[in-house]
């Protein structure tokens, strides 16, 4: 659920960014335009880098563009004055900015310093990104190049010039390695991958020299194919090369190097090569190395060059043999340079040391007489024999050197053709090409040369390749868009080029003429041939021709030529010389017998004889221009500038003057001006809306109709005018710059308010996503809980139900022999029940009746258990009564056996405990006290005790001795009456408390007693217990009789009634009236 969050939020973020906003990497642009850091695509970061690397450079990208330039010299407002043009590409350069734009053709301003620019991040940067949506950058070509090659499934071709350390040879590796990178990978395609990459390094030792301009010069042109299959794997490859600097072999400059080979093999060689070789490791051993006096250069390692080199050579094939054959050749041109001759008696050369003769000969497989003779020997023709004429010191020198360069020159056009084959593609599927042309550019020196000539002849040739290449596309592309074509002011070198090459009439045939003629043809005729042939033609001149300023600046010896891209000022010394080239007869002949298979191939019989003279070199060059031509003819071009900031190969200085030489000489104001001749920008309709798209409502964010009516609404909203812009089908051309960049202007300021917006709008999406993370996690816990519980539940209900099922059917089965269905059931209906029991025993003796109801299965033992129980109770209860108590409840047993069942106030007296007495001895007169001493107190009670002849009551204490009851009033007993004279004491059986002492007749003095005394079960009953006799007391209905006196009766009668009453009755009697108790006897 996290990932699905996270990734659903990285999709929202990146749709906001690149349909809503549409400022992705076009964005990253602004920034790298400044900074040039790195800005990856939308794999491999976190998405908040990503996030945050766009608002970087959103707020980055307003002032970028002012502080750095324009980026693309076509929207350069003053695009015709060469001062801007500089100004611009001073002021990146200075950043560290060393491409820039003209239109699709990249410049390139040569650091001398690493950038880091070049790393596989910013490669993977520049991957499949549209071209001008990043900061420029020969990446940005490269990948542009590749991909338009994929779609369109045509060929291309990118023509890199420059001068001498411009950084041309720089820029193709790069290119090579991005395509090493980018290009999809197998085994089989990274061996050719490897193998390209690889030729550099070979061709580099062979063909690069250190110059005066270059540490690593390339002498020679280079045109190299990529071969591209389909899914654009490079499956092949091919490289021509153009115009080696032969000269070189055995001639350097001061301060300039031989080709680097020679040099790598003598410091880098192993021992025992160099031994088999006859070489020693010191550069100053060889005429051919020392010229320069420079042999050692601080910027190259000769020694791990030589590395790289043999490495290389194994991976492209070649053999232990070919390597053998191919330094037996560099060697054996190292000893023909040491080859010296003497004069001999007449005149003519002699070698004058046979060491290095023999080292030749034995490398290089010619017998070392035949080397020897054709060293010192011309042949000549006659029209029926031949004949060898010897040659002076002078020409056995220049046949020496002739034979080593054409040696060298043929080797490396061996090596070249061995590269090839190496590369060749061997599947005829159809291919599609990438080529890359490494090649001079416009080259001025002081003075000026064949060679110069040649090579300015070259650009002519490519800025009329790239004349009709770039209006034909312009036009062409005018065509598809349905805009009308206007006229393109520019400045057309076919003039040029035709006063150069035009058969008969052009420089080049005239300097063939006069190299093939016979005849005593010099330099001088040549420069005269020309003055005849060409004087008055506006683009050529020569001192002769010249008008009397002009001619201040020239020699007698030079022609100078306006070649598009400036003057050029050539010196003929020389020209004749270096366009026969020639290599005597019997030099090619003498080679031909070598043994050395390379030397061999280069030299085969089958070459035509010399009886034809062989091609001169410029028309080779010609024709190899041609041939170039109708190559890049048949392709799409694009274009690197190289552009050398300093002579000094030194960082961060800009030479203007310099740079203004090349921006002149590289045609680059013509090539912005023909790119400006129409519009300045033009941009697909798509890519136009979704850049601006956010600058009207109509538009924003996004627009539902064709893009092109999304424009048109967007345009119209911005207020175009019509003169400012042409749609086009399938594009918008934008005729100035500044209507570009006030759109631009306007949108770097728009897109800070999208990108709060956009930033609240994500902010808010992860709160929520946060959010509907915790409250799905808050429902899958509630769903468990509930989901925990409800099992719980059920399980509970289903356990319930089970019981309640058992329950019911031991219920049922209760009265059944206890089985399986209702021992369960009756074993908690005995547990039930002593529970309850446990809970509901009666509390004390007296409650033994409220025994819990027994279940019909425990009876018995409820039975059992209740007569322990109880008598637990009782033993219990009698346990617990003390000795008093004992007698006090002997008492009342007493009192119960006496009254119980016939006296109606008998139950309730018995809830009423019995006191020891009721008259304590303190209340009882002392005198008393003292009379009846001797008789031991018993105990006494308040009585009230009615007169026996007008029954008025009277207070007395009634005191019981252990003989006598005493009647007593304060101080006086008034009557004492014996037990033994005690007759019986009757009371009535109502509720009444009158008690009646029947007196035996003796002791009749005074009569019985009636008495009213409310502790009357106590009294009485205490004393049954001191007479020992409980018969004497009688209960009686009715009424009683007493003796008043003895003889004269009384009555005392009892009755029942509303009122407790006692009075004299009308018959003399004593009535005594009490109420009814109405609870039980
Ligand atoms: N992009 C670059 N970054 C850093 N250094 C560079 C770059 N381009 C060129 N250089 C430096 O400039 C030197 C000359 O470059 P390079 O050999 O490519 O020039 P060139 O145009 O091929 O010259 P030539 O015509 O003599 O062959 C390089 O050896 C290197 O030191
Ligand atoms: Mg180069």
């Not at 219920?811 to 209906?829: C, K, W």
């Not at 009670?941 to 029954?951: I, L, S, T, W």
Request: glycine fraction near 6%.
């Amino acid at each position: 659920m996290n990932g699905f969050l996270q990734k659903e939020a990285e999709d929202v973020i990146w749709r906001c960014f690149l349909s809503h906003v549409s400022l992705s990497k076009a964005d990253v642009q602004f920034t790298h335009t400044h900074t040039h850091t790195q800005a990856g695509g939308p794999s491999g970061q976190s998405l908040e880098d990503r996030c945050n690397r766009i608002l970087r450079n959103m707020e980055a990208s307003l002032t970028a563009r002012d502080r750095v330039g324009i980026q693309d010299f076509v929207l350069l407002d003053a695009y015709t004055s060469e001062t801007a043009f500089l100004d611009n590409l001073r002021k990146r350069f200075h950043e560290n900015l060393i491409y820039t734009y003209i239109g699709t053709l990249l410049v390139s301003v040569n650091p001398y310093k690493e950038l880091d620019i070049y790393s596989k991040k910013q490669m993977d940067t520049y991957m499949g990104v549209n071209f001008f949506e990043l900061p420029p950058h020969i990446y940005a070509l490269a990948d542009n190049v590749f991909r338009t090659m994929l779609s369109e499934f045509n060929n291309h071709f990118i023509l890199i010039s420059g001068e001498s350390g411009a950084g041309k040879t720089e820029a193709s590796k790069k290119i090579l390695q991005f395509y090493a990178v980018s290009c999809p990978s197998t085994r089989v395609l990274n061996n050719v991958r490897d193998r390209l990459l690889l030729s550099n390094p070979v061709l580099e030792a062979f063909g690069n020299a250190k110059t005066l301009k270059n540490d690593n010069s390339s002498r020679f042109g280079k045109y190299m194919d990529i071969q591209f299959d389909q899914q654009g794997g490079a499956v092949g490859g091919h490289i021509l090369s153009y115009l080696l600097e032969k000269s070189r072999v055995v001639h350097q400059n001061h301060g300039e190097r031989n080709f680097h080979i020679f040099y790598q093999l003598v410091e880098g060689g192993e021992d025992d090569l160099l031994l088999w070789l006859g070489l020693q490791r010191n550069c100053q051993q060889y005429s051919y190395l020392v010229q320069g006096d420079c042999a050692k250069v601080s910027s190259i390692n000769d020694r791990s060059d030589w590395k790289t080199v043999r490495k290389a050579l194994s991976v492209i094939d070649f053999s232990e043999a070919d390597v053998e054959h191919l330094f037996g050749i560099i060697a054996s041109v190292l000893h023909l340079g040491n080859i010296r001759f003497d004069t001999d008696a007449l005149g003519y050369a002699t070698l004058s040391n046979n060491q290095e003769m023999h080292w030749v000969s034995k490398l290089l497989g010619i017998p070392a007489q035949v080397l020897q003779h054709g060293l010192t020997h011309r042949k000549i023709e006659a029209k029926t024999e031949e004949v060898f004429s010897p040659f002076s010191v002078d020409h056995a020198v220049y046949a020496r050197d002739a034979l080593a360069k054409a040696i060298y020159g043929r080797t490396f056009t061996w090596l070249v053709n061995k590269i090839n084959e190496s590369l060749v593609n061997k599947d005829s599927s159809r291919k599609t090409v990438i080529g890359l042309l490494d090649i001079y550019g416009f080259e001025v020196l002081n003075v000026n040369s064949f060679e110069q000539f040649c090579i300015n002849y070259c650009n002519e040739k490519l800025q009329q390749l790239f004349i009709e290449l770039t209006l034909k596309s312009e036009q062409e592309e005018y065509h598809l868009e349905g805009i009308e074509w206007e006229p393109v002011p520019y400045f057309n070198n076919k003039i040029i080029c035709d006063l150069v090459e035009e058969k008969y009439r052009g420089i080049i045939s005239i300097l063939d003429e006069e190299c093939l003629r016979p005849g005593e043809a010099t330099d001088l005729t040549f420069l005269e041939k020309m003055e005849e042939t060409m004087g008055g033609h506006p683009h050529f001149v020569t001192h002769k021709l010249a008008d009397q300023k002009t001619r201040k600046t020239m020699d007698r010896g030079d022609f100078r030529l306006l070649h598009y891209a400036g003057e050029v000022t050539y010196c003929v010394v020389g020209f004749l010389d270096k366009n026969n080239d020639l290599l005597y007869r019997n030099g090619k002949e003498v080679m031909r017998r070598s043994k050395n298979a390379i030397i061999t191939h280069c030299f085969p019989t089958t070459e035509p004889d010399s009886k034809r003279r062989p091609e001169t070199v410029v028309t080779q060059f010609k024709s190899s221009l041609v041939g170039l031509t109708e190559i890049l003819m048949s392709k799409e071009p694009w274009y690197v500038r190289c552009i050398k900031p300093n002579e000094a190969k030194q960082p961060g200085r800009f030479d203007d003057v310099l740079v203004r030489h090349q921006v002149k000489y590289l045609g680059l104001m013509e090539h912005l001006r023909v790119r400006r001749a129409g519009f300045a920008y033009r941009r697909k309709y798509e890519i136009f809306l979704q850049r601006y798209k956010a600058l009207c409502p109509d538009t924003w964010p996004n627009w539902r109709g064709s893009a092109a009516e999304g424009v048109q609404r967007l345009i119209k909203h911005l207020g175009y005018k019509s003169d400012e812009y042409k749609m086009g089908r399938t594009k918008i051309f934008i005729r100035h710059p500044k209507t570009l960049f006030a759109t631009e202007d306007a949108f770097q300021e728009c897109k800070h308010r999208l990108a709060t917006r956009i930033q609240a709008k994500y902010k808010g999406y992860r709160v929520k996503g946060d959010f509907q993370k915790q409250k799905e996690a808050a429902t899958r816990i509630e769903t468990c809980w509930r989901g925990l519980m409800a099992r719980k539940e059920r399980e509970k209900r289903a356990w319930a139900a089970k019981v309640i099922k058992k329950f019911i059917k031991g219920f049922m089965t209760r009265h059944q022999p206890i089985g399986a269905d209702n021992s369960e059931y009756l074993m908690y209906v005995r547990q039930n029940y002593l529970t309850r029991l446990k809970d509901n025993l009666p509390k004390t003796v007296l409650h033994r009746d409220a025994w819990l109801t027994p279940p019909p299965i425990m009876h018995e033992v409820s039975q059992i258990l209740k007569q322990v129980y109880i008598r637990h109770l009782v033993r219990k209860y009698v346990g617990g009564i003390s000795p008093q108590r004992k007698a006090q409840l002997m008492l009342k047993l007493q009192a119960s056996v006496i009254f119980k069942g016939k006296k109606e106030s008998y139950p309730f007296s018995v809830s009423r405990p019995f006191l020891d007495t009721r008259i304590g001895t303190d209340n009882i007169s002392i005198k008393v006290l003292q009379m009846i001493r001797q008789e031991q107190l018993k105990t006494s009670v308040p009585v009230v005790k009615y007169d026996r002849n007008g029954f008025r009551p009277r207070l007395r204490q009634l005191i019981f001795t252990m003989e006598a009851a005493y009647l007593v009033e304060e101080a006086k007993i008034k009557q004492r009456i014996e037990f033994i004279s005690l007759k019986g004491v009757s009371v009535s059986d109502l509720s009444d408390n009158f008690l009646i002492f029947h007196v035996s007749c003796e002791d009749k003095k005074k009569g019985d007693l009636v008495l009213q005394c409310d502790h009357l079960f106590e009294a009485l009953t205490k004393l049954s217990v001191i007479v020992s006799n409980q018969n004497f007391i009688r209960v009686v209905q009715g009424s009683v009789r007493f003796d008043i006196q003895p003889g004269r009766e009384g009555f005392v009668d009892f009755k029942s009634g509303q009122e407790s009453m006692v009075y004299r009755a009308k018959n003399g009697h004593l009535m005594v009236e009490s109420t009814r108790n109405k609870t039980r006897m």
